[in-house]
Every structure is written in C-alpha cells, then in structure tokens.
C-alpha cells in the first residue's frame, strides 16, 4: 500500500529572486541555477533576465535579476542554508550590506507561508519584496496571478502601486 501524501512531506511551491551585479552577470545566473538543482531544488519557471539600476546606491555596477519558481521538499531554514552555501561557492563574500556582488539569492515566498524569525534571519515572504520592481516583474512574467501572502494584494497592484521612474529603471534582456 502506497503511503499517502501528509502537507508535511508534499513539495513546496517557492520562489526565488536571483541577481548579479560582479562579473559575467547572465553566467553568475544560470550556473546558480545549475547550483540549486544539485540540492534536488526542481526549477518549473525561470523568468527572462532584467537589466536594473543598483539599489539603494545606483552609482554601483547594474543588475541582472531573475526569478524562478521551484518546488522542493527543503523546509524554510534548509533552504536559506542551501542558498548561503550557494552564495559562497559563487564567489560571494560577507561585506557591507547591498554591497555589489557576484550571486544573491532571496527566498521570496515560500509556499504562501507567513515567518518571521529575525534573530535567525529568514522573513516570509521577503520584507521588501513587495517595493521591487526588479522582483514583482520577472515574478509577474511567470506568475501573473500570483498574492502576496500576508496582504493578499495581486502582483498587478503590487506592480501598478510602484513609482513610474521604477517601471521605466528596468529593462527585460
């Protein structure tokens, strides 16, 4: 007799923002995705890449940034572990913070889930998520019926509700 499927132990539907701003951005992008898969991390959608502006210092080199949606039985913390472990292969060192760098992974939202746990730095879904266009873009191209999980708000909101300077800072590539 085949075990039933628990909500414990069913994928979870996550996605992730990915970007680059060091090096061979476009590359430094599709190996971390080759990276994420080595964890048994299963890519469904993979957004077009996105050309942005530096945030919050745009006198730093550019962005390119993706989102992609997975489905993986990694909990929340295995996950952001996964993604750190990632980060450090890629090249990426700790320095000041929003520093350039060559891989940055964010767990935007995990399977509608709600967390906040600060002291273990995991937030669901990503704090800031919600006022970046170089994330509610490429997660609105492969995901256009997609709500925030705290506010309930759909992404075409998320998106309308930004600052038309913000639309017109990002380029699809």
Same mark, same amino acid.
């Given at each position: ?8 132990n069913?994928a979870k539907?996550?996605?992730?923002a990915i ?6 951005k476009?590359y ?5 995705? =080759?990276?994420l898969? $080595?964890f048994?991390?299963?890519?469904l ?10 945030w919050?210092?745009n006198?730093?080199?550019k962005f390119i940034n993706?989102v =992609?949606k997975?489905k993986?039985?990694?909990e929340? &913390? ?5 993604? $750190?472990?990632i980060? &450090?292969k890629?090249g ?5 913070i929003?520093a ?7 767990i935007i939202?995990y399977?509608? $889930?709600?967390?906040n746990?600060?002291k ?5 879904p990503?704090p ?5 266009? &170089?994330?509610?873009l490429p997660l &609105?191209e492969?995901?256009?019926s997609?709500?925030h999980?705290?506010? $309930?708000?759909?992404?075409?909101k998320?998106i309308s509700?930004?600052?038309v300077k913000?639309l ?6």
């Open positions: 007799m085949k075990k039933q499927d628990t909500l414990e069913r539907v996550v996605y992730l970007g680059s701003n060091l090096g061979n476009v430094n992008i599709e190996i971390t995705k =080759i990276e898969e $080595k048994k991390i299963k890519i959608k993979s957004s077009s890449k996105y050309l942005s502006e530096s919050p210092d006198t730093k080199p993706s =992609i997975v993986t039985y990694l929340p &913390f295995q996950l952001l572990k996964v993604c $750190k472990i980060e &450090f890629m990426r060192v700790k320095a000041k929003n350039p760098r060559i891989c940055d992974i964010d939202d399977d509608q $889930k709600l967390l746990e600060k273990k730095n995991l937030i669901l990503h800031r998520m919600d006022n970046r266009i &170089f994330v509610l &609105f492969i995901e256009k997609w709500k999980p705290e506010t $309930k708000i759909n992404i075409v998320l509700s930004l600052p913000d017109r800072s990002i380029k699809q590539i």
